[in-house]
Nanobody, 126 residues
Framework: QVQLVESGGGLVQAGGSLRLSCAAS????????LGWFRQAPGKEREFVAT????????AYADSVKGRFTISRDNAKNTVYLQMNSLKPEDTAVYYC???????????????????WGQGTQVTVSS
């Protein structure tokens, strides 16, 4: 069974940048849509970004559009989330996920993703 492990979280000041990585083991990212989600304390998990298998199509939440960039390296079985111009409201645990079915397009729906990482904490101070 595939395992996803996120890294790159931490504490950063508002306006700063972080790059999250998510690596897969025991399985492959090739052929699968991948996504990033986040969950802040007391809130539901929310969609952040998604990328299709060929990386030709991406989608972002309105709250991060223009500041975050999702990318992938299938050879390394890794997906990335570059986060720029961070704001205190970006503070959350960030999760990567792999869509349940291969060769499907991007989706913002958490239920369409079958495999999840354990999350990495991102804290943005004001």
């Amino acid at each position: 069974q595939v395992q996803l492990v996120e890294s790159g979280g931490g504490l950063v000041q508002a306006g700063g940048s972080l790059r999250l990585s998510c690596a897969a083991s025991g399985g492959t990212f090739s052929g699968y849509t991948l996504g990033w989600f986040r969950q802040a304390p007391g809130k539901e998990r929310e969609f952040v970004a998604t990328i299709n298998p060929s990386a030709a199509s991406t989608a972002y939440a309105d709250s991060v559009k223009g500041r975050f960039t999702i990318s992938r390296d299938n050879a390394k079985n890794t997906v990335y989330l570059q986060m720029n111009s961070l704001k205190p409201e970006d503070t959350a645990v960030y999760y990567c996920a792999r869509r349940a079915l291969a060769w499907r397009g991007t989706t913002t729906t958490p239920g369409e993703y079958a495999d999840w990482g354990q999350g990495t904490q991102v804290t943005v101070s004001s």
